[in-house]
């Protein structure tokens, strides 16, 4: 999950053309600190980085990019990397319209519970005053 959770994160915090700074922070907190990616190593995270930019270059829509990561993703686990995306995503306090639209496309393809999907975009909007 760990490389495909980092993927999933990434591709979203770039859709709006590059990662701010906040979203450098809490990514990388999230490396350190996090039980589910403490094992990514530099070079893993900078593997998916060339593997996704690879795959956009080559022409891969967002939707498969997104079918494809899911693959690798339990139910529980999707449900987990679209939390910490919407996170990364939210910490600089906006939420670009690329960046939402990568949101919903995962909610769309991985076909989230609402429930979950209403419980992460209430918690960033009392959060980060979305």
Same mark, same amino acid.
């Given at each position: 999950?760990?490389?495909?959770?980092?993927?999933?994160?990434?591709?979203?915090?770039?859709?709006?053309?590059?990662? /701010?700074?906040?979203?450098?922070?809490?990514? /990388?907190?999230?490396?350190?600190?996090?039980?589910?990616?403490?094992?990514?190593?530099?070079?893993?995270?900078?593997?998916?980085?060339?593997?996704?930019?690879?795959?956009?270059?080559?022409?891969?829509?967002?939707?498969?990019?997104?079918?494809?990561?899911?693959?690798?993703?339990?139910?529980?686990?999707?449900?987990?990397?679209?939390?910490?995306?919407?996170?990364?995503?939210?910490?600089?306090?906006?939420?670009?319209? /690329?960046?939402?639209?990568?949101?919903?496309?995962?909610?769309?393809?991985?076909?989230?519970?609402?429930?979950?999907?209403?419980?992460?975009?209430?918690?960033?909007?009392?959060?980060?005053?979305?």
């Amino acid at each position: 999950m760990s490389t495909s959770l980092i993927k999933i994160v990434l591709l979203a915090a770039v859709a709006d053309g590059e990662i /701010q700074d906040e979203e450098k922070l809490l990514l /990388q907190n999230y490396k350190e600190r996090y039980p589910r990616l403490r094992g990514v190593t530099q070079k893993d995270y900078d593997n998916a980085q060339i593997e996704l930019f690879n795959k956009v270059k080559a022409g891969v829509r967002i939707p498969h990019l997104i079918e494809d990561i899911g693959m690798d993703l339990s139910d529980d686990e999707k449900e987990i990397a679209y939390a910490l995306t919407y996170e990364v995503c939210a910490s600089n306090f906006h939420l670009a319209p /690329q960046e939402e639209e990568i949101l919903n496309t995962m909610k769309t393809v991985w076909k989230l519970k609402s429930g979950v999907v209403n419980s992460v975009k209430l918690s960033a909007k009392l959060r980060y005053d979305l």
